[in-house]
């Protein structure tokens, strides 16, 4: 108890000093390939930035599904010569049924629908309910899957469109099952990013029904859309796409010489090209409307058969418009609709402030601190400062360890800490002036102190952890920075007074052998 | 120099301080109940204060270059359909503050009209006040808000249990229930006065309010620790002495732990700022309530809980 071997020391030792190297290169410039070191990122609270919450609408991925399956059913019933009734999607329970014309003919329209296209193996299956009617159920599994690889996707679309804004340093990730957060770092006032995220962009061709009563119920595949900019007008348009935006391969925005307004220059991939010839050649005098998230920006006259794969849309465009329809389409579509459901945005001299203001209280209490325990406990209390420092050494080290964010409830957790760390000091020291009082030698008093203290310290620290490490499961932002930086700090603390503060004082023992101790 | 490297300059109390605690433990117990129901009182009556966190709703600040013209500002606002009713002036007389509450709807249409509600309140500060900065904007739909209330809750009432269990496993049921009665009375009393201060109760203060939590455990634990070797030390001496000498015998760290952890939370409340001050003020609060109940809350109840049972059950205690 009252010897540390020369190999105890040193790790101490080591330790430590691992410690402020750790550190240092937070004093350095920022980390690049050149210098891979570790720094602690600053939250977007201390140097300004945007944090975005968006949620992936996961019903509208099952109903695009099921409405494509409705489609396939319809067309396949129809290839086969089968008739069908009540043809219906029914998102409750994934899945799209109908009643067969007649029920005799039952286990032709399963074998016919069998052969509808799985997206992955068992998809769906197709069976007759105790009703009489049929129905092509989407299993569980599959939609969970496909709704993930909705959101990885959506990912991807949120990176591409946030890249070509210019945003430096934007980090995308995903949080739970069907959210992403989007942290762009010194941006304050992200409503045009918003826009941009919360636009699906999914742009497809359609051939217009001109024989479509545009005030009546629309006819089997068509469906009734409004114009973008004149929502009273509608348009009645085939539900089947000729042509997808997916097939785009650029996009960029342009503006005609003669009359000044905006428009969009596209450019297909070879299928997109193809069909696109295709679908101009046999519809020559044909209305084609482009439809963007199913609203109508324009629905001209097919002229001649356009070849080659390029067009251009010309609607009633701004300048902005133009340019950030061009970029959504670059970047893709997004799988289903992504709404922003909470934003933070903090200015940089507010960020500057809360910096200021941090580390402003953070010398102050430091400074407290030590004060409080040089006076109140003399020798020892100094070497419980030297510790203190130590500990805040070691959490600055394991934060850029990992590269942890501080926040600004981060600084006050690490300032508590502080305050709470000299708890063990004041434990320990208090025992050996108990054990002095009680009558024994300074070696014995010393031993028994830290002997008795050690176990309360664990306690003590033990439910403080519990609280914080439950703050951290359930906290979200800059609050589980106060968590992470406390429970760190809790962690340390153990070492600095289990290990070193013990050292030092041991080390002072040996050195002075005094008969009496400064408690 | 040596003076002040050398033995201590200042302490708390004298060695061999024998104050009689417990002599006042029933207007110790009776005051912080008094208190207490009074708290849950205020909590239904003026109520929390809800920051956007929990309630959802938007809050924009903005520092305006010169003197804020509000009425210009409402002016833009009005135009742009915001309600202008939440416009105040907050610190210096070129920085205005805007919080309104959001829909309380959770589908898409709402949780656009609370984006929508921050972008036009943005733009039309900066419409009036051309040069505006944002100094912070925050847009919480309903559905994060009530997600977020729902974990402060569970991050809260969990956090309770495990003190609960930790204590139990490694005290006697008696310090786990005592312990757990104290905390949920330091509690309510922080709540009360969350309600009176007016501060905005959101994330920050459940952090506070959990570190209080931990914090005042720990001062409980190291009074239950003595307790527990003065039961084992002294076999014959009554609970009521014991818990007594247990508490004088520990004061000098209860008050020092207490000093420095209020000596940390101080300039966190004078220089931290509207995001700390509030949070701070509350631990101060709750630093100076738990320091109370460990000595004047937390031991009475074991007393009551363990005046039969501990002395009796002697025998468990030193076995472990």
Redesign the interface.
């Known amino acids: 108890m009252m010897y540390y071997s020369r190999m105890k020391t040193a790790s101490v030792l080591g330790v430590c000093l691992l410690g402020l190297l750790l550190c240092l290169p937070n004093l350095l410039p920022a980390p690049s390939r050149a210098m891979p070191w570790r720094q602690i990122h600053l939250g977007l609270?201390l140097r300004g930035g945007s944090y975005l919450?968006m949620?992936v609408?996961m019903p509208t991925i099952t109903r695009e599904r099921l409405e494509a399956l409705t489609d396939g059913v319809r067309q396949n019933l129809l290839a086969d010569g089968l008739g069908y009734r009540n043809l219906a999607t029914d998102p409750g329970s994934r899945s799209v049924t109908f009643v067969p014309r007649d029920p005799t003919e039952r286990d032709r329209d399963i074998a016919s629908l069998a052969k509808l296209p799985q997206a992955s193996p068992g998809e769906f299956t197709v069976g007759a309910r105790p009703d009489g009617s049929i129905a092509v159920t989407l299993s569980p599994t599959a939609m969970t899957a496909r709704a993930q690889d909705a959101v990885t996707q959506s990912i991807e679309i949120v990176r591409r469109r946030i890249d070509a804004t210019g945003a430096v340093d934007p980090e995308i990730t995903r949080q739970g099952s069907d959210r992403i957060v989007v942290q762009l770092p010194g941006i304050?006032?992200p409503?045009r990013v918003?826009q941009l995220l919360?636009t699906t962009a999914k742009m497809t061709f359609h051939l217009v029904d001109a024989t479509a009563n545009p005030n009546g119920l629309p006819p089997p595949g068509v469906e009734m859309l409004p114009m973008s900019d004149n929502p009273a007008q509608r348009v009645a348009v085939i539900r089947h796409a000729d042509v997808d935006g997916a097939d785009l391969t650029n996009a960029s925005p342009g503006q005609d010489t003669q009359t000044g307004g905006w428009s969009i220059n596209f450019t297909f991939n070879s299928v997109g090209a193809r069909r696109f010839a295709d679908v101009t050649r046999t519809n020559v005098g044909h209305q084609l409307a482009i439809v963007l998230d199913n609203k109508v920006i324009s629905a001209p006259v097919i002229q001649s058969v356009i070849a080659g794969g390029q067009g251009q849309i010309t609607g009633s465009f701004t300048a902005q418009q133009a340019t950030d329809l061009a970029l959504l389409l670059r970047a893709g579509a997004l799988p289903a609709?992504l709404?922003?459901?909470?934003?933070?945005?903090?200015?940089p001299?507010?960020g500057a402030?809360?910096i200021r203001?941090?580390a402003?209280?953070?010398v102050?209490?430091f400074v407290?601190?030590i004060a409080?325990?040089?006076?109140?406990?003399?020798?020892f209390?100094?070497y419980a400062n030297l510790c203190l420092v130590a500990n805040l050494v070691l959490i600055l080290a394991i934060l850029s360890l990992f590269q942890a964010t501080l926040t600004?409830?981060g600084m006050?957790g690490m300032?508590?800490t502080?305050?709470?760390a000299?708890?063990a000091n004041?434990?320990i020291n208090?025992r050996i002036?108990?054990e002095v009082?009680r009558g024994r030698t300074a070696l014995n008093a010393m031993q028994v102190g830290f002997q008795?203290a050690t176990?309360?310290i664990v306690?003590?620290?033990?439910?403080?952890?519990?609280?914080?490490v439950?703050?951290f499961?359930?906290?979200?932002?800059?609050?589980r920075g106060?968590?992470l930086t406390?429970t760190i700090g809790i962690v340390t603390t153990l070492f600095t007074t289990l290990l070193l503060s013990r050292m030092l004082m041991v080390r002072w023992y040996a050195l002075t052998r005094p008969t009496l101790l400064?408690? | 120099m040596n003076a002040?490297?050398?033995?201590?300059?200042?302490?708390?109390v004298p060695?061999g301080t024998r104050i009689n605690f417990m002599r006042g433990r029933f207007i110790g117990l009776a005051t912080s109940a008094f208190l207490s129901l009074a708290s849950v009182g205020l909590f239904f009556w003026p109520g929390l204060s809800l920051g956007i966190d929990f309630k959802g709703g938007i809050v924009v600040?903005a520092?305006t270059q010169g003197p804020a013209n509000f009425d210009a500002i409402r002016a833009a606002l009005q135009q742009r359909h915001v309600p202008a009713a939440g416009l105040q002036r907050f610190g210096a007389d070129n920085d205005v503050l805007i919080r309104l509450d959001a829909p309380s709807g959770k589908d898409?249409a709402s949780?656009?009209a609370?984006?929508s509600l921050?972008?036009r309140t943005?733009?039309g500060i900066v419409a009036a006040q051309p040069g505006a900065?944002?100094?912070?904007?925050?847009?919480?739909?309903a559905?994060?808000s009530s997600e977020?209330f729902r974990?402060?809750l569970?991050?809260l009432g969990?956090?309770l249990l495990?003190?609960l269990a930790?204590?139990w496993i490694?005290f006697e049921w008696e310090f786990a229930i005592s312990a757990v009665i104290t905390l949920v009375l330091d509690l309510t009393k922080t709540v009360g006065f969350l309600a009176l201060s007016r501060f905005q109760f959101d994330?920050?203060m459940?952090?506070a309010i959990?570190?209080i939590?931990?914090?005042s455990?720990?001062?409980k634990?190291?009074v239950y620790?003595r307790v527990r070797?003065n039961l084992r030390k002294y076999r014959s001496m009554p609970l009521r002495e014991l818990i007594d000498l247990s508490i004088n015998?520990?004061l000098?760290?209860t008050l020092?732990?207490s000093?420095?952890?209020?000596?940390?939370?101080?300039?966190?409340a004078?220089?931290?700022?509207a995001?700390?001050s509030g949070?701070?003020w509350v631990?101060l609060f709750g630093i100076v309530v738990g320091t109370s109940s460990s000595i004047f809350i937390a031991a009475p109840i074991l007393l009551l809980l363990g005046e039969k049972r501990l002395r009796r059950d002697l025998h468990a205690v030193q076995k472990r």
């Open positions: 609270d919450l949620q609408d304050t006032d409503e918003k919360g609709p709404a922003v459901i909470e934003e933070r945005s903090v200015g001299s507010l402030d809360s203001a941090g402003i209280s953070l102050v209490g407290l601190v409080f325990m040089g006076l109140f406990y003399g020798l209390g100094w600004l409830p006050a300032l508590l502080l305050g709470m000299v708890d004041i434990l208090e002036r108990e009082k008795r176990s309360t306690d003590s620290n033990a439910t403080a952890l519990l609280a914080h439950m703050l499961v359930f906290g979200t932002g800059p609050v106060f968590a406390i400064p408690v | 002040l490297l050398g033995r201590p300059l200042l302490r708390f060695d600040e520092r898409a949780e656009a609370t984006q921050v972008d943005r733009a900065q944002m100094l912070r904007a925050d847009a919480v739909g559905s994060v977020l974990n402060g569970l991050a969990l956090s495990m003190i930790y204590i490694r994330l920050v459940v952090a959990l570190t939590l931990g914090y455990t720990n001062d634990v190291v620790d070797e015998e520990t000098n760290r020092g732990t000093s420095t952890v209020f000596l940390a939370a101080l300039p966190l004078l220089f931290g700022g995001t700390l949070f701070a631990m």
